[in-house]
C-alpha cells in the first residue's frame, strides 16, 4: 500500500530551528551532498531567513560575519546531528553524515558549552487579558555571535528534550539525506517527492530480482 503524504496544496510550516540547522546540510541534486553553511554568506543568509524563530534573543540574527563563529556554528550543527542520530535508532541515520558522526559524549559537550555562552534568567510576563508566561532572557549582554550559538544551543536541548523528538525519521528515499518530522503513522518519507522516488526504485528493483 502507497503511502500517505501531505496533499499537494498543504504549505509546510516551518521546522523547528534545531531541525531547520541540521537540515542545511541536503542533497545537492547531482548524488552529492551540499552545505548549506559553507561560508559565512551562508550562514548570514540562513540566521537572516530564520531571524523570526529566534524568540526572546534580540540580537541573534547578527554576529554572522566572522569565521570563528561560521566554524563553531557547524561544530554545533555537526554534534546536533550525531545526537539526532542517536535519536532515530534502531534505524539508520542519515547517510550524509552516518560514516563520520561526532562520539555522542563529545556532541553533547559541545551543545552544553554553546549554551553556556550566555547565561539566561527567566523574566516573568502578564499581559491584560492573556495568561502570565516566562521566557529565558539573556542575564547580562553579550556578543552577538556568543547570542547566536546560545540560542541554536538551547533551541537544539528544547528539541532533543521535546515531544516532537518522538516523530523525528531520517528519509532514505534516494537521494536524500533530511531528517523530518512524521505526520502521519503511514508516512515514510520526508516529502511527497522521496515517495516517488523510492517507489521507482523499489519497482526497479523487483523487476531486476525478477529478471
Request: with cysteine; hydrophobic share 45%.
Amino acid at each position: 500500500m502507497a503511502d500517505m503524504e501531505a496533499p499537494p496544496s498543504a504549505v509546510p510550516a516551518a521546522p523547528p530551528l534545531a531541525l531547520d540547522l541540521a537540515l542545511t546540510i541536503r542533497h545537492d541534486g547531482r548524488g552529492g551532498v551540499a552545505d548549506d553553511l559553507g561560508d559565512i554568506a551562508g550562514l548570514t543568509a540562513w540566521v537572516q531567513r530564520r531571524a523570526g524563530a529566534f524568540g526572546p534573543a534580540p540580537g541573534a540574527d547578527r554576529g554572522t560575519a566572522d569565521p570563528a563563529t561560521l566554524g563553531q556554528v557547524r561544530e554545533l550543527r555537526a554534534a546536533l546531528r550525531a545526537l539526532l542520530a542517536r535519536a532515530v535508532r534502531p534505524a539508520a541515520p542519515s547517510p550524509a553524515d552516518a560514516d563520520r558522526l561526532m562520539p555522542v559524549p563529545d556532541a553533547l559537550a559541545v551543545l552544553n558549552t554553546a549554551a553556556r555562552r550566555v547565561p539566561t534568567v527567566p523574566v516573568l510576563r502578564w499581559p491584560e487579558g492573556d495568561r502570565p508566561a516566562a521566557r529565558h532572557l539573556p542575564a547580562a549582554p553579550a556578543e552577538p555571535g556568543d547570542l547566536l550559538l546560545a540560542t541554536l544551543a538551547s533551541a537544539a536541548a528544547d528539541f532533543l528534550t521535546g515531544p516532537d523528538l518522538a516523530r523525528l525519521r531520517a528519509c532514505h528515499a534516494p537521494r536524500c539525506v533530511r531528517y523530518f518530522l512524521k505526520d502521519h503513522p503511514r508516512q515514510e518519507w520526508c516529502k511527497p517527492s522521496c515517495g516517488n522516488r523510492a517507489r521507482v526504485a523499489r519497482h526497479h528493483e523487483r523487476h531486476r530480482a525478477a529478471g
